[in-house]
């Protein structure tokens, strides 16, 4: 990849970090799984980037490949990270930022959703932040009215688990 590619990727990347941590958060529950999992996801982001076409928002597209790349990875009951890659993402200048929160109710919140199924995670997490029905279901591939019923369904899932924690 030039390094023109190199400066734009990094230039979307940074503003959209907290979507990753986001999703790290949802799918794993200690700060070492986090960690590898935001830097699996940052390395399939920069795999992908030359494929991406502008087609939909950047955010979008982040959302699907980074959702993709943990769904794909905890599915697999031996999840294995990437060990070794060919590329040398410290020239990128991309920093791992810390993101924690210690309020009770965030914490309570997050471990119903950690118990949810892969799509349900997906769900809540887009639904946390404000996308709407018809960007969910180009995220996941399904239809806006689809979106809406899973959505439904997850929330009162949700729901449930939170008030048995």
Known sequence: M??????????FFKPNQRLIHKICKIYTNNAEDHEDLFQEITIQLWKSFPGFKGDSKFSTWMYRVALNTAITLFRNPKRKMMQETEVDMSSLSIEYEVYEDDEHKLKKMYQAIYELSDIEKALIM????????????EILGITEGN????????????KDKINTI
């Open 2 to 11: 030039s390094t023109e590619q190199e400066k734009t990727f990094v230039e």
């Open 126 to 137: 887009m639904y946390l932040e404000d996308k709407p029905y018809r960007e969910i279901g």
């Open 147 to 158: 979106a809406r019923v899973k959505m439904n369904r997850a929330k009162n899932n949700l």
